[in-house]
């Protein structure tokens, strides 16, 4: 079966160069979620005037990937217990969310931050927002793909590189 669910954890070029290389993942599109406009553009987002998040929108085939592990790999490869920051990227655009499409996708979210607060994963507090999806914005063209076209940009090499090198450690089953 394929669903599909939002996540946003910082910069979606980030996130979007992540889950590409998941296997079980048929698409994954970067955009802007949970805000109060229609339609809103980049330059509007990032000046935080909308309350929309960067997000990504991810179909996976539950057949080839449980959300459990779509889970794990979107809380470790970003920080969920900073409010509105990922790095040097600073704003209510950044905060780390998840948006999930039906119930079982509810219960699964509680499931997994319930093993990771057990786990002690975290030093700090999980403070990652779950709410039910509202409309998802598709980001310009120029926003789709953007480390595999830009991979020699700073931002690319310094901010976007350490999470493909950490999923490639500690993911590697479950990447294409």
């Known amino acids: 079966m394929i669903k599909t669910i939002f996540l946003a954890g910082g910069c979606f070029w980030c ?20 805000g109060t406009i229609k339609n809103p553009s980049y330059r509007e987002v990032c000046n935080g005037l909308t309350g929309h998040a960067e997000a990504i929108s991810v179909r996976y085939d539950t057949s080839q990937v449980d959300l459990s ?5 979107f809380f470790n490869t970003h920080d969920p217990t900073t409010l509105n920051r990922q790095g040097n990227d600073i704003g209510t655009q950044y905060r780390s969310g998840i948006y999930f499409t039906d119930i079982e996708q509810k219960e699964t979210i509680k499931v997994v931050i319930n ?11 999980i403070i990652t927002e ?10 310009e063209k120029n926003h789709h793909d953007y480390y595999n076209r830009n991979k020699e940009q700073p931002y690319c090499v310094f901010t976007i590189n350490p999470k493909i090198e950490k999923i490639n450690k500690y993911f590697s089953r479950n990447l294409n």
């Not at 996130?15 to 949970?34: C, D, H, M, Q």
């Not at 779950?130 to 980001?139: G, L, Q, R, V």
Request: without cysteine.
């Open 15 to 34: 996130t979007e160069a992540v889950f590409k290389r998941v296997n079980g993942v048929s698409e994954v599109l970067p955009g802007y979620i949970g």
């Open 69 to 73: 592990e779509l889970l794990l790999i």
């Open 115 to 125: 093993q990771l607060i057990n786990e002690n994963a975290f030093k700090d507090k």
């Open 130 to 139: 779950i709410k039910d999806a509202t409309t998802f914005y598709e980001a």
